[in-house]
């Protein structure tokens, strides 16, 4: 009735669970009609955006095209991607623009993703707050150092191995990569 609208929903393989795991047989009927709202939406205006950190958990009937017709992996974020990340979470803040070498910040940060570089930058402004001074690149270094990625290579290694099964099951055109890119 709302058409043309989106629905995006977060965390979408607790909404449909992989009916063929143990134990899951008391939610078979839920996905049914799940599925079955789901089944080409786009023809009626419904633009359904799903994300997971789980696709092995999915349903696999709900990757049919029809249903979820394209898939994205969106992959950590690289040099350029981070180093925009800290200057987006500097901006507003007191620091001399001169004094922080951002493509060092990236550098050191290979492997963290966009919540892990916020938190180092509001870390190393609580720090400068509670100094009562401007943020330095040595306080953000030091923030850095104090903190582990969120995702370890092990977690990396898994998504991996599921980027790869899931793109095995679609046209190679489905699976566009995301991030930055500089403009030529």
Do not use: W
């Not at 898939?71 to 803040?93: N, Q, S, T, W």
Request: proline fraction near 5%; charged fraction near 25%.
């Amino acid at each position: 009735a709302n058409a043309p609208t989106v629905l995006c929903f977060d965390e979408f393989d607790a909404f449909v669970p992989n009916r063929s795991a143990p134990g899951s047989t008391h939610v078979s009927g839920e996905v049914n009609e799940f599925l079955s709202q789901l089944n080409n939406c786009s023809k009626r205006g419904i633009f359904v955006v799903a994300t997971t950190n789980r696709p092995d958990m999915i349903d696999p009937a709900v990757l049919r095209t029809g249903r979820l017709d394209k898939h994205i992996f969106v992959p950590l974020p690289d040099h350029d991607a981070r180093k925009e990340m800290f200057i987006i979470h500097m901006k507003g803040r007191p620091y001399e623009e001169e004094s922080i070498d951002f493509d060092h910040l990236s550098d050191l940060t290979d492997g963290y993703i966009a919540s892990d570089i916020a938190y180092i930058v509001n870390d190393a402004a609580m720090t400068a707050a509670f100094q009562r001074v401007i943020i330095t690149q040595q306080l953000i270094e030091k923030s850095i150092s104090e903190t582990k990625p969120s995702i370890s290579k092990e977690i990396m290694k898994m998504y991996d191995d599921l980027q790869m099964k899931m793109s095995g099951m679609e046209r190679s055109n489905l699976m566009p990569r995301i991030g930055f890119r500089k403009e030529d």
